[in-house]
């Protein structure tokens, strides 16, 4: 993805904020804020942002348990399994 066409000063962004807010939802292209030249910050629209946490939730998730298998933390499917029936048994 190329964002060289996604790149803007401050001062568009401070006179064209509605269009900016109307593009960014319908393109769902991040558009970066330029200060004196320099890149400052990344704007994107809500529904890419609320992925973009939802994802880096999950690669959490995958993290922890790829530690917790390397530690050694795991246990065999037939003990899970035995676990889940006695609370099944008992739950009835």
Do not use: C, H, W
Request: aromatic share 4%; hydrophobic share 40%.
């Amino acid at each position: 993805m190329r964002y060289s066409s996604q790149i803007k000063p401050i001062s568009y962004l401070k006179a064209n904020a509605a269009d900016v807010l109307t593009d960014l939802a319908d393109s769902r292209q991040p558009l970066i804020i330029t200060q004196n030249g320099e890149a400052k910050a990344v704007l994107q629209d809500i529904a890419s942002f609320e992925e973009t946490q939802e994802t880096l939730a999950l690669l959490k998730i995958l993290a922890l348990g790829r530690q917790q298998v390397a530690a050694g933390k795991t246990t065999p499917i037939g003990d899970v399994i035995a676990q889940l029936r006695v609370k099944r048994s008992d739950n009835t």
